[in-house]
């Protein structure tokens, strides 16, 4: 390897079963609730409006 090439072989997971991999949220759930459509009090997630569904209106900016 060159003084100027990253090393990047151990970035990345190598085994299916691997929980860290299976960690990456799903971009079709409401990120607030993660598709259940509540929040942990109880009541209709103000995001998705109680779909569980990602909306046009999540996200940053």
């Known amino acids: 390897m ?3 090439e990253i ?3 151990d970035l990345t997971s190598s085994s299916p079963v691997d929980p860290a991999s ?3 949220p799903d971009p079709s759930l409401c990120p607030e ?3 259940v459509g509540a929040v942990a009090s109880g009541e209709t997630c ?3 409006e109680g779909t569980g569904k990602a909306t046009g209106r ?3 900016g």
């Open 46 to 48: 103000p995001v998705c």
């Open 58 to 60: 999540t996200g940053g």
């Open 2 to 4: 060159n003084e100027h």
């Open 22 to 24: 299976l960690q990456q």
């Open 7 to 9: 090393d990047d072989q």
């Open 33 to 35: 609730c993660q598709g």
